[in-house]
């Protein structure tokens, strides 16, 4: 297996929109429909600090999305990552998440946080993060529904 290539990884466009929802879709992290709203501003404002990228080698393989913590010194949320499911394990999530905590680092960032599920269905994605060197700092019980637990992890930035 090769290493997924950082040239790959590139600022998500319109026109990748409907690969996105696929991925989306595939990975049932949300409605695909939600997608719309939350990146019309990115679209709309050229000026927006979030960040949205693709890994597209031939066609959208993956999709990560973070933004700055409001009232908060240089803190980051990464709110979306995705890699079709076809494609997991071959590293292409760990490169957006390098290519994320690069980007952020290059920039003067200090922190980058990650929430997720604590449900047994979502195992895979919490060691994903201890593999990327995560640290798991909280866990609100209880937080989206009964029995499901926000999990949330974090990462001190390196310049």
Partial sequence: MNSPEQ???????????PALKRIIDATDMFPSEMLDDMIAGYFSTGGSEEIWLTYNDNGAKAVAYCRPEEMTDRTWNLLLIAVDPDRQGEGIG???????????????QRVLIVETSGTDALARTREFYRLCQYDQESRIRDFYADGDDKITFWKALQA
């Fill in 94 to 108: 760990a490169a957006l998440m390098s290519h994320i905590e690069d980007h952020l680092a290059a920039h003067g």
């Fill in 7 to 17: 040239k790959s990884i590139r600022a998500v466009e319109p026109d990748d929109i």
